[in-house]
């Protein structure tokens, strides 16, 4: 037959039991305090990510942006500088040929002179 617990053995047991159950009770309340601290945490470290990704994602469209810009300036800069290598070569064709038009001038002022000049000492 089983033995019976004494009464005295009963109510350490149960005191016993009531220990427990509260070192439990407190435990799982600072377990559920730890899991709601986590669950906050965790919910900051996804805005953090979320507004890093809108950050980057911005500092992306704003570099393309800028490199685009860049690229713009660029192949304008070229068009101008081709546009004036163009002009300054037309400019120098067109002195080139003033300044053939004036040798020519003065080469039919020298001739003239040394025409006078041979006519002078022919008399």
Request: aromatic share 2%; net charge negative.
């Amino acid at each position: 037959m089983p033995r019976m617990a004494q009464p005295d053995d009963l109510g350490t047991r149960v005191t016993a039991l009531e220990t427990q159950v509260r070192e439990l009770a407190e435990r799982v309340r600072h377990s559920e305090q730890d899991a709601a601290a986590a669950r906050v945490l965790a919910g900051g470290a996804d805005r953090d990510v979320t507004e890093i990704r809108g950050e980057i994602r911005d500092f992306r469209q704003a570099t393309t942006s800028s490199f685009n810009a860049m690229r713009d300036d660029l192949t304008d800069l070229r068009n101008d500088l081709t546009d004036l290598r163009q002009q300054v070569g037309n400019g120098f064709t067109e002195i080139r040929g003033k300044l053939d038009a004036t040798a020519a001038g003065q080469q039919q002022i020298v001739d003239l002179l040394d025409t006078l000049i041979g006519q002078r000492d022919d008399q």
